[in-house]
Each structure stands twice: as C-alpha cells, then as structure tokens.
Nanobody
C-alpha cells in the first residue's frame, strides 16, 4: 500500500494556472501507474490524467487535453499535475491515485488501489 498526500490547490481566476503535487510514501511508488481524478459537488468522480511508471506514457481526458500536463519524479516519489488555462468548470476536489497494475493507463476509478484525500481547486469567472 502507498500513502498519497496532495497539495497545491487553491483559488485562481479563469485563465490562470495551478500546479498540483502528490507525494507518495513507500519504495514501490516507481512501479505504479499514477492518476489524477476530480470530483465536483453533486457529480461523480471523473478521470483527469494518468502516467505510466516510466513516465513515457500519458493519457488525458478530452476535457483537459492540451491544457493539463501530468508528470512524475520517481526519485522524489511525486507526481504532478500542471493545469493551465483553467476554467470555472475545472472547479473540483482533485485526488491522486495509484494503480498497482502498471501495464495499463486506466481512466476507471475502480482500477486504482490507493487514494489521497484530495486538494480543492476553485476557478472563479
């Protein structure tokens, strides 16, 4: 099991940028696929982006493609989500998650084994 702690959320105006971080404990972090998900009030949790264990492969939801970028630093046990050109509809609690099946980049919530508590992102219009 890996423990995940997100940071970097906050309040930003539309068009602005934020960089989220997710710090992981445990020596096996580098073996996992990592994902970012978000959940807005009254809505289901939705996939945002995923990155493979070697960082060569990434996968994005259509709604964030071209605006968000996921990356990881295995030496620091950290995964990042750079969010640019933010929109009010990006407002949500953002969580990172770890998938121990590192052969896939899954958008499915049920495929992820470990979750952080989340960080709030609010985009004002």
């Amino acid at each position: 099991q890996v423990q995940l702690v997100e940071s970097g959320g906050g309040l930003v105006q539309a068009g602005g940028s934020l960089r989220l971080s997710c710090a992981a404990s445990g020596r096996t972090f580098s073996r996992y696929t990592m994902g970012w998900f978000r959940q807005a009030p009254g809505k289901e949790r939705e996939f945002v982006a995923a990155i493979g264990w070697s960082a060569d492969n990434t996968y994005y939801a259509d709604s964030v493609k071209g605006r968000f970028s996921i990356s990881r630093d295995n030496a620091k046990n950290t995964v990042y989500l750079q969010m640019n050109s933010l929109k009010p509809e990006d407002t949500a609690v953002y969580c990172c998650a770890a998938d121990r099946q590192n052969w896939r980049l899954s958008p499915k919530v049920s495929d992820y084994d470990d979750w952080g508590q989340g960080t709030q992102v609010t985009v004002s219009s």
